[in-house]
């Protein structure tokens, strides 16, 4: 589709900001205020597709960042952490298992392993969704851009998008004949890449595109039990595209894709223990001390060496296939320049979740005591494994109006059918203290909406824009408890068989988003929005659910959500430098979340809560500038306040003094009043600042440059339950690199350096991690830590080929 063009009419009068403007283009170099020449230098224009057609990214009314193809290859990207590191908005909540991590937009975001509640942050890969957002814990590959759409988005992408969605789109079919590419990659802390692409037409009406990489990194921490490496991650990936234009209108694309993801986190290393010898578990049982599970373990702050006898980590496989038909109505027909576009996604996940549930290499079970008293004599560690089998299939359906004119708009149909089968083992069935549980549980959804988004300029300079949704959907779910046995329980009791089937849920939403933009210049916008999100009710669908008092609560009401926001978007001194700014507020309601609580009879699991109220809000900028032909600069920054608003209700923590009050749902029982804390893993302050020099040297047939990228964050609570001691302090990283290329782009080979000062960061802390207990006396207290992928300093080398 054609870019849509600015509207250009009388000039605009001289408002305050106006005013701001043009002291900036003052500001710029003499040549810039002159009329360009046609060589002067100017920033590539940005194109984004939030509102599903392709725009210029200063037309839209909306704060988003983007990642182009060049800041991806220039930071080396190869998953989904590395957009979060380039993106201020983005964080990630590292849980005790990588299925449990979460993606944050502007601090919100779900942390939980759940079949039974969706994420806040939808990703979008060309147009197809991820079921589960442990599907984008894996390689990014071939990759165009990354459009990061902040606030709610469920108007556009559907409800998982309640805080926010991630939009990446892959590279396009080659325009000429068959051209490949080939990248090496390899650092010294021993991870390497391999990717290759050929892209091209086979002929005036097919075009081919196809991609194929393998990468591997081994890991930070080293397992001293089997002289391996943990908290690594790799993958290999395959996909394609082929097109074919049937007719001169009408144009089909299918795109199989293969990828398996390894990544074996998230494991803690001990950075500090109390004093005193110890015992595992209980103190009748044979001592395992401390300094005996430990051997060989220097204890420091940022130990890296850990001990276990079984493995940690996600292991999943994803298939799919999408298909695409675009027609274009020709110029004689009544819809002629409109666009009917059909697309047809299947994706199948299967992915298995196992864990070390001890954190060590003893067999501890072994001195466990059977329901006589007596020693067990199992010899088997404590484990976790789950499988989770996933599959989504979509149809989408939309017509697009021509980008000419002033009313543009577009109107759609969705349909979504998901199902989840989860089976899960946790523990040991003859011991306790290993919480035993093993359960099944399914879930099957259907989503059906339709939806219409335009924008229309009813007066020069004056464009206001709306949107709305309205989705239908039906949720079905099954619990079953095979067998469990609580860590409280009398005797090693087991509860025994349990089914518990959810009553079918049919629930009808509206969402939508309306805004107004004002041309302050040509190329200078100022724009308001407004726009709300909802994601459907939800089920305890975990081991939490053996536990007969989480059901009293089920299912938990919608999250809602409601947002304001308004910016600035400028494009300066004759396109060579673009600023973004924004202010927002997000209020959530009935905000879905896990975590631990204690009930009156003694026992505990981790349930979901859906807390009253929750706020987020503050601002945003995003600027790039051309400040001469071989300099380019890059900053993005975000201000963010992300606070539980009301939450009398809230879990307790180890050695919290204010836990006194009651709980409504479980007499004699007591939690606290979380009102006021700040949300888990967001930052107050996030920052990136990226740049890249060519060096003005034209003796030789090369060119040469050099690159600097720098990003902070302020310290974050590391629990919604804000356990002080999971507090993390905030951190600052220098990267610096290198560049050789020959002037024609056959070749390239790149060097850096990674965390230049090695400054040692944690992505998740863990207290109390090994549960020692003296004879007599408190428990021994013990930390971790997670270190995260540039914790320590590395180098790095890259070589790209074309041909």
């Known amino acids: 589709m054609a870019v849509k063009q600015h509207h250009r009419g009388a000039p605009p009068p001289l408002t ?3 005013a701001a403007l043009a002291l900036l283009q003052l500001a710029a170099p003499v040549q810039a205020q002159e009329a360009a020449p046609a060589d002067a230098p ?63 937009m502007r601090g919100i975001g779900t942390t939980s392993n759940n079949i039974g509640i969706e994420g806040d942050v939808a990703i ?112 290999k990936t395959f996909f394609a595209k082929v097109q074919w234009q049937i007719t001169p209108d009408l144009d089909v694309q299918i795109s199989p894709r293969y990828d398996h993801a390894l990544r074996t986190g998230n494991t803690a290393a001990i950075t500090s223990i109390g004093p005193g010898v110890g015992y595992l578990y209980n103190k009748n049982y044979k001592a395992l ?37 675009n027609y274009l109505f020709p110029d004689r027909s009544p819809l002629a320049g409109y666009a009917l576009t059909s697309i047809t996604s299947v994706d199948k996940n299967r992915s298995n979740d196992f864990r070390d549930n001890d954190n060590i290499d003893l067999i501890s079970t072994f001195y466990q005591l059977d329901h006589s008293g007596k020693p067990s004599g199992i010899a088997e560690p404590p484990m976790i494994n789950g499988t989770m089998d996933t599959k989504l299939s979509t149809q989408e359906l939309r017509l697009t109006s021509p980008d000419s004119g002033n009313l543009r708009y577009l109107v759609g149909l969705w349909l979504a059918r998901t199902s989840i089968d989860r089976w899960y083992q946790r523990g040991n069935p003859f011991v306790k203290e290993t919480n035993w549980t093993n359960y099944h549980t399914t879930s099957a959804s259907l989503n059906r909406a339709i939806y219409a988004n335009g924008s229309w300029d009813f007066r020069p300079r004056h464009t206001l824009s709306a949107g709305l949704r309205f989705t239908r959907e039906t949720n079905d779910y099954m619990f079953h408890t095979i067998d469990s046995l609580s860590s409280t329980a009398p005797n090693n009791v087991h509860t025994g068989s349990h089914l518990y089937t959810a009553p079918q849920h049919d629930e009808n939403f509206v969402t939508g988003k309306l805004g107004y933009s004002y041309k302050l210049t040509p190329d200078t916008m100022v724009y308001g929005t407004a726009s709300t999100g909802s994601k459907g009710v939800a089920y305890d669908m975990t081991s939490g659910a053996n536990n007969v008092n989480v059901f009293k609560r089920l299912p938990l009401a919608p999250e809602k959500a409601t947002s304001f926001e308004a910016g600035l978007k400028a494009n300066l001194w004759n396109n060579r430098a673009t600023l973004n700014v924004a202010v927002f507020k997000t209020s959530f309601r009935d905000y879905q979340t896990s975590a631990t609580e204690r009930f009156s009879d003694g026992s505990q699991a981790s349930v979901l809560y859906s807390i009253p109220k929750l706020q987020t809000q503050g601002f945003e900028a995003d600027a790039s500038a051309l400040l001469t032909r ?54 107050k302050w996030k920052m990136n600042l990226g740049g890249e020099y060519t060096l003005p040297i034209t003796a030789i047939p090369y060119k040469l440059a050099v690159n600097g990228n720098v990003r902070a964050q302020s310290k974050v609570q590391g629990a919604i339950s804000q356990d002080p001691s999971l507090m993390r302090p905030g951190h600052g990283i220098v990267d610096l690199g290198a560049s050789i290329a020959d ?15 090695d400054h040692h960061y944690a992505v998740g802390n863990v207290g109390s991690f090994l549960n020692f207990k003296q004879v007599s006396g408190p428990d021994i207290r013990s930390y971790g830590w997670q270190p995260a992928r540039d914790a320590f300093r590395y180098y790095t080398a890259r070589l790209d080929v074309n041909f």
């Not at 380019?632 to 920054?637: E, F, H, S, V």
């Not at 975000?638 to 539980?644: H, I, M």
């Not at 002037?743 to 230049?756: C, I, N």
Request: aromatic share 6%; net charge neutral; with cysteine.
């Open 16 to 18: 305050p900001i106006a």
């Open 124 to 235: 979008i890969v060309d147009d197809m969704p991820y079921a589960q957002a442990q599907q984008a814990f894996r390689d990014v590959s071939d990759v165009a851009r990354v459009e990061v759409l902040k606030g709610p988005q469920s108007t556009m992408f559907g409800k998982s998008a309640i805080a926010g969605a991630v939009v990446i789109t892959t590279k396009p079919i080659g325009a000429g004949p068959m051209k490949g590419k080939l990248s090496l990659f390899r650092s010294s802390d021993d991870e390497y890449r391999v990717a290759t692409s050929v892209s091209g037409r086979l002929s005036d009406t097919v075009g081919v595109r196809l991609f194929a990489s393998k990468t591997d990194f081994p890991g930070l921490l080293h397992n001293l039990t089997t002289d391996s490496m943990q908290n690594g991650s790799g993958g």
């Open 743 to 757: 002037q024609r782009g056959k070749y390239k080979f790149s060097v850096g350096v990674k965390s230049l000062f």
């Open 289 to 325: 001390s401390n300094t005996e599970v430990l051997r060989g373990i220097a204890v420091t702050p940022f130990n890296t060496t850990i001990r276990n006898d079984s493995p940690t980590g996600l292991d999943a496989t994803d298939r799919g296939i999408g298909v695409r038909f």
């Open 630 to 683: 071989a300099l380019l600069l890059t900053a993005n920054l975000s201000f963010t306040r992300a606070t539980v608003v009301d939450w009398k209700q809230g879990p307790c923590y180890s050695g919290a003094k204010d836990c006194n009050v009651p709980n409504e749902l479980v007499p004699g029982a007591f939690l606290r009043d979380a009102s006021g804390g700040m949300m888990p893993n967001a930052p």
């Open 42 to 104: 100017k920033l590539e224009a940005v194109v984004v597709s939030a509102n599903r057609r392709i725009e210029k990214l200063e037309d839209v009314p909306m704060s988003i960042s983007v990642l182009t193809e060049e800041a991806l290859n220039r930071n080396n990207v190869r998953e989904f952490d590395d957009i979060v590191n380039l993106s201020p908005a983005l964080t990630i909540s590292t849980g005790t298992q990588v299925g449990t991590n979460s993606i944050n």
